[in-house]
Nanobody, 124 residues
Framework: QVQLVESGGGLAQAGGSLRLSCVAS????????MGWFRQAPGKEREFVAVISWSGGTAYYADSVKGRFTISRDNTKNTVYLQMNTLKPEDTAVYYCAAADGDIVTTLSRRYDYWGQGTQVTVSS
């Protein structure tokens, strides 16, 4: 079992920045690919970014490419999402997720563990 706890959400102005963190506990963190997803009110959960266990591979949704950066520190069992140049359409609950076996995927159904989410609100 892996427990995931997100933090760092809050209110930001358009053009501003936030950094989300997700701390994992339980099984060996470095054996999992880690992803970030988000869900806005009335919309389905969507992929944001994913990073491999080594940090050597990362993918981003087109909507955040060039603005968001995913990273991880396996010594701290933590994955980060640096969000810059925020837009009102980035407003959502952001979830981190862990995929066993270092499955680097954009598909939410391939993830085995999920955090509770952290709210990000971007005002115009």
């Amino acid at each position: 079992q892996v427990q995931l706890v997100e933090s760092g959400g809050g209110l930001a102005q358009a053009g501003g920045s936030l950094r989300l963190s997700c701390v994992a506990s339980g099984r060996t963190f470095s054996s999992y690919a880690m992803g970030w997803f988000r869900q806005a009110p009335g919309k389905e959960r969507e992929f944001v970014a994913v990073i491999s266990w080594s940090g050597g591979t990362a993918y981003y949704a087109d909507s955040v490419k060039g603005r968001f950066t995913i990273s991880r520190d396996n010594t701290k069992n933590t994955v980060y999402l640096q969000m810059n140049t925020l837009k009102p359409e980035d407003t959502a609950v952001y979830y981190c997720a862990a995929a066993d076996g270092d499955i680097v995927t954009t598909l939410s159904r391939r993830y085995d563990y999920w955090g509770q989410g952290t709210q990000v609100t971007v005002s115009s």
